[in-house]
């Protein structure tokens, strides 16, 4: 009868099922990671890790113990001598499995079965690196910006922006110049009504200070030769005389 046998009989007899799982745990032994079912992978971790537990008094009757179960020379002589040093400060649970997919042939559960301890990738005990930030630096070229302006401008906005700078100059420029020429031009004739009108247009014209300044002078000196015009003609008496007639 089978009562009370509850463990994974692996559909194997009993003399099988013991070769099978020491040689499986010789073989995990030797490499650190073997690949199986999920089934023996379970049945492997409960057979072995008594035996490791074993390892760590290093006895002749610890070592007959173990290689009653194992019968290989090399495995146990691998188990005592790196395998109980590297494991001597954990007090249990030698052996982790890592689930895979399922087999193609008869589609059964796939797993690793590991020892801990030779596993880096999954070791909590790693020098945490600091992390460093990369900060771009500022060339001499690109604009400094005030505390108070905080606006990030790329490369392609600041020469957008230069280029518009130089347009408006550009255009400031030949208005001047324009503006400069029909100054020249009434200075040198006579002031009349028409020009002053004239000018008074011209200085309405988009222009620097410096223009508006030079308009306002001629307009002032203009002025200036009219009153004195004027003077004269009141001084001479022919001129009284042809306004009286």
């Given at each position: 009868?089978?009562?009370?046998?509850?463990?994974?009989?692996?559909?194997?007899?009993?003399?099988?099922?013991?070769?099978?799982?020491?040689?499986?745990?010789?073989?995990?032994?030797?490499?650190?990671?073997?690949?199986?079912?999920?089934?023996?992978?379970?049945?492997?971790?409960?057979?072995?890790?008594?035996?490791?537990?074993?390892?760590?008094?290093?006895?002749?009757?610890?070592?007959?113990?173990?290689?009653?179960?194992?019968?290989?020379?090399?495995?146990?002589?691998?188990?005592?001598?790196?395998?109980?040093?590297?494991?001597?400060?954990?007090?249990?649970?030698?052996?982790?499995?890592?689930?895979?997919?399922?087999?193609?042939?008869?589609?059964?559960?796939?797993?690793?079965?590991?020892?801990?301890?030779?596993?880096?990738?999954?070791?909590?005990?790693?020098?945490?690196?600091?992390?460093?930030?990369?900060?771009?630096?500022?060339?001499?070229?690109?604009?400094?910006?005030?505390?108070?302006?905080?606006?990030?401008?790329?490369?392609?906005?600041?020469?957008?922006?230069?280029?518009?700078?130089?347009r408006d100059?550009?255009?400031?420029?030949?208005?001047?110049?324009?503006?400069?020429?029909?100054?020249?031009?009434?200075?040198?004739?006579?002031?009349?009504?028409?020009?002053?009108?004239?000018?008074?247009?011209?200085?309405?014209?988009?222009?620097?200070?410096?223009?508006?300044?030079?308009?306002?002078?001629?307009?002032?000196?203009?002025?200036s030769q009219?009153?004195?015009?004027?003077?004269?003609?009141?001084?001479?008496?022919e001129n009284?005389?042809?306004?009286?007639?």
């Amino acid at each position: 009868m089978r009562h009370g046998k509850r463990f994974n009989h692996l559909s194997r007899k009993s003399a099988h099922r013991r070769a099978m799982l020491a040689n499986m745990a010789s073989s995990l032994i030797e490499h650190k990671r073997i690949k199986t079912t999920l089934a023996k992978a379970k049945a492997l971790r409960s057979y072995i890790e008594p035996l490791i537990t074993k390892s760590k008094n290093d006895t002749t009757h610890s070592r007959r113990i173990v290689f009653s179960y194992l019968k290989q020379k090399d495995a146990i002589t691998e188990l005592f001598s790196e395998i109980s040093t590297k494991i001597a400060d954990r007090p249990g649970g030698y052996t982790r499995i890592i689930k895979l997919s399922n087999r193609l042939g008869d589609n059964a559960q796939m797993a690793f079965i590991e020892l801990v301890d030779y596993n880096d990738d999954y070791a909590t005990n790693k020098p945490k690196r600091k992390k460093s930030r990369r900060t771009r630096r500022k060339s001499s070229s690109e604009p400094t910006l005030n505390d108070n302006n905080l606006v990030k401008e790329t490369n392609d906005e600041i020469i957008v922006k230069s280029d518009k700078n130089n347009r408006d100059q550009a255009s400031e420029e030949l208005a001047s110049k324009e503006v400069k020429k029909e100054v020249d031009q009434v200075s040198e004739k006579p002031a009349s009504k028409e020009v002053k009108k004239e000018v008074a247009q011209a200085s309405e014209e988009p222009a620097s200070k410096e223009v508006k300044k030079e308009v306002d002078q001629v307009i002032e000196e203009s002025v200036s030769q009219e009153s004195e015009q004027e003077k004269e003609d009141n001084k001479n008496p022919e001129n009284q005389e042809n306004k009286e007639e």
